[in-house]
């Protein structure tokens, strides 16, 4: 034990002090030397030290927002499950990229490369698996004479699908067109996608001549019209659904272009123009991008938190750590008077550190993890209460004060290894076996028994030994021991 | 110290004998195994005839919590379910919010009915919603993974005591019996804790004694605290087996009690007082798993000071050590 009161160890602790103390307030250390308010949001934070992200990452229980767990299913045969599964994720990651939710999480979970886990900040599950269960269908049409057909754009036509097919796309991105005005997607099709094409705009185009020419611009025929996603069930149902289907998908239609054919198309090329900014013309080429899912996904799971309800649990939570911390600190120096008061400064060094380790590791807090905080503060306390009972006994059996500090901090010594020991036990096979909250809870009270193992023998252990070299402190009262009574 | 009477002092000299109380809490032993299997048979009772009331993590399902705008009640919301098809239970809780528990329902079909409740009741309030759904074939996994937790951090436990103790007279026989008896001390604190919540929640109906993954967190959580405390009582019997060669196994042990007992309360109890202050000010979804973590530190406590270490001397008696 000569060890722990050694000056190299001291200094260590001190250092992991001040360390902690500036990743703890790194948000207001940035604010003070930049001379920002030290309240309100702030350009610039969180914090970043050479990549270092010191802030608290919160859970979606906290902070509000989705998770989903997909369940991937009809893997094409004779390829790589987990080549698909990267290729799923992929997909999804850049359709959720569009929402501009901050981190997003899309990852691979389940044994068999057969699940994929994402969690969105701020956003609905209806939102969410809107935009990941999107399959993002480039639909080709043509104007087929329909007299059934009574109102929408042209009377008397019924759009029919092509065999250009989404899958005939090679590439899509997003430029300015030739006058550097307007906002327009480029399309790039396949060889077999350009022959489609090629013909089909081949046919558009003699359909002028079938026209009148009062007819010219309206002439149906004349059009090939792209669309997003649109199905079978949208052009049966047309009478009724045209409203909605033949609008622009901005406006929440699946209506991409539907432009006059004005010579045919051979190149491969096509170019969807129409009311784009520069925003939704690049998510619509990311879209077509991402093409379509390699597999059926299904939501297994799920969990929408609303905004607020994150709020008022940190709040609850927070005030609940504090008061534990209150009424601890006050009972153990009631109980153990000076000493008491040590391991209480020793708790808060225990708090500031862990706190500091969460931000560092990072380890996302949830509700359950901050539950596994507040309770290993309770597990700090123990390793002071057995060498603190143990210290009393030791005076009591007529040792001196010096050598009392010793014998206790030896003696107690194994049943704190062992009992933290079995702590840990349990925490990592949670880490390892449990799921979600379970997992979050692990990850904190192992930290925070880590971290307590260092406040309780070594902060506890050196206070007591630095104040009780002043003769005021070596008194009885002072100590919580009644000495007279043995002697 | 050195003209004490009393025997054990004598034997012990930096012991401080003359302030321990003595009860022979080993002596009556089988008065506090009585007391343990007067909560455990009755929880067994339950747990084999009417098993338990499944959180929808593990029993699969769907768990809205909506708060309305407007004055809404159970029946209305009912109705709105029943319009639509949908077979659940509606609860009332806090400021105006009702959670509805159904079962498996995907993201579209989950935003149908929330259309169909605001469009009969008024707007849902989309800050404070909750939503979790849980699929059936993630909720038996949860089930099994639970299961193997439990059962590899008690070996575990079991292996790292006999490895501590085993240096004890009586070599590894030894170790293992210091382990295995923590390990069924602890079991009587995880069939305490299951068999009071089977009460709760089949036997009473009450949600707070819901089965869900927080409530496999609390059990682990208890196995480790009691562990705690057992190894405290049992590292003293330890120590004292080498400083007093003349006390008989049972002496030792009741000695042992009586030093640690203080500790073990007075730990216990800080960890009380702050699961009470969580109580107070955590939120509802809290408060099964802060009862639970009530319920069995408090077990925990009684089964290490009453159960564990007289456990060790009636299994010392059936299998003695040379």
Redesign the interface.
Known sequence: MQLVLSWPIRILVLGLLLFSLFVDGAGYIYRITNHYPLTGSVPGLPPNFNGWQLYVHKGLDLA?GTQ??L?LSKFPAGRDRATVQQQTIDVITNRVNALGVNEPVVEPAGANHDRILVQLAGV???Q??NVI?RTAQLITTRWAPDPSVTGGPYPGYRPEITNLKSDMLTGANASLDSTGTQWVVNLTFNSQGAAAFSQLSTAAYSALSTCTAAQATTCPQNHLTEWLDLSQTDINNWNTDVGQVYRPVAQGGKLLTDPVIQQPITGGQAVISGSFTQQSAKDLATLLNSGSLPVAI????????????GL??IQ??L??GL??LI??IV??IA?YRLPGLLASLALIFYAGVALAVFKIVPVTLT??GI?GF??S???A??AN??IF?RFK??L????TIGAGVE?AVR?AW??IR??????L???V??IF??????KG??VT?AIGVLTSLVSSIIVTHNLLAIVLNFGWARSDSLLGVHRG??A | MEGSPDLTAAALPAQPQSRVRTVDVVGHRNWYFALSLVIILPGMFFMVTRGFLLGIDFAGGTEFFYQFQRPASVSQIQSVLSADGVTGSVQAASKATYIIRTGPMNPGQQQTLENDLEARLGPINQSTKQINEVGPSIASETVTGALYAIISASILILLYLAFRFRKVQGGWRSGFQFGGSALLALLHDVFVLTGVFSILGEGLGLRVGQIDSLFLTAVLTVVGFSVHDTIVVFDRVRENLILSQRLTFEQVVNLSIMQTAARSIITSFTVVLVLLALILFGGETLRGFILALLIGIISGTYSSIFNASQLLVVWRKLQPVR
Request: proline share 1%; net charge negative.
């Open positions: 509000g989903l767990e369940q609905s599950t209806t969410a698996y269960g299904n939501v297994i799971q799920s969990t929408d938190v609303g905004a607020t309800l008022t649990s609850q939570s005030a609940a008061l534990g009424i601890v009972f153990m109980f509700l359950a539950a507040i309770l503060v309770g597990m306390v123990d209460v057995l009972e006994e030791e009591r059996a007529g040792r014998a003696r194994p049943a062992d009992s933290n020991t079995s702590t036990i349990t925490s096979i949670l076996a449990g799921s979600g909250s379970v809870f692990a009270l009574r043995i």
